[in-house]
């Protein structure tokens, strides 16, 4: 009788051991770095270990943002209205083409950037006479957060002055302005409305220069 120690391999036996000979091993599946806002990252904080688990296209998509947010607050923010006052409205001289006079102004602008001033159009109203208009082209920018006074030439074709002409040789010195300032900005054209009553601030000598026109 044989002992159970030397009892030859039964067929399963040999199966199985063939099996695990040819069986590689298993291996635990390896652990993904933590990724999102709660991982960290030795010497980092949560926000940066964030950052480095994102795929790099990610990342650089993100500093983009990042930085073109202040650029795009700048850009879209909206541009404030300028204000102007009236320092004073005078006509000094007459020929026989034209009545030339002189409108000073003080402008205003609250915004971080200098606004160009292109344009000034007017309307003129002596003494309650039918107004005259005119227009006048500028090229003067207005400082950031600041002021300039702006001075234009009130130039009127005799033709349309007739009437103003006529309440002045009355002695009449009240007058309406009324403006319409135009500012180039990156949006386009920017108008600012101003209406204004006072009296003449200096003739001139237009009355007696008006004498010697004939109308």
């Known amino acids: 009788m044989r002992k159970a120690g030397n ?4 067929s399963d036996t040999v199966k199985a051991a063939r099996e695990a000979a040819f069986t590689p091993a298993r291996h635990a599946p390896r652990a993904r770095p933590a990724i999102g806002r709660d991982a960290t990252v030795p010497g980092v904080g949560p926000t ?5 688990g994102m795929r790099p296209s990610l990342r650089c998509a993100a500093t983009v943002f990042v930085l073109a947010l202040p650029l795009a607050a700048c850009v879209l923010a909206p541009v404030e209205k300028p204000t102007a006052q009236v320092r004073q ?3 000094g001289t007459a020929s026989y083409t034209s009545l030339l006079g002189e ?3 003080d402008v205003q602008n609250p915004n971080g950037f200098g606004l160009p001033l292109s344009s000034i159009e007017w309307q003129l109203t002596i003494g309650g006479a039918r107004a005259v208009t005119g227009s006048a082209e500028l090229s003067q920018t207005i400082p950031a ?3 300039a006074p702006i001075a234009t030439t009130l130039r009127v074709d005799l033709r349309q002055a007739v009437d103003v002409a006529t309440a002045l040789s009355r002695g009449a010195r009240d007058y309406r302005l009324d403006a319409r300032l135009h500012f ?3 949006f386009g054209d920017l108008a ?3 209406q204004h ?3 003449l601030a200096s003739a001139g000598g237009l009355l007696g220069a008006l004498d010697d026109v004939r109308w």
């Open 145 to 147: 957060k600041g002021a």
């Open 184 to 186: 180039a900005t990156r």
């Open 48 to 52: 940066l270990a964030f950052a480095a």
């Open 192 to 194: 600012v409305d101003l």
């Open 197 to 199: 009553q006072g009296s």
């Open 89 to 91: 409205v005078s006509l």
């Open 103 to 105: 409108l000073d102004l």
């Open 7 to 10: 009892l030859p391999p039964t």
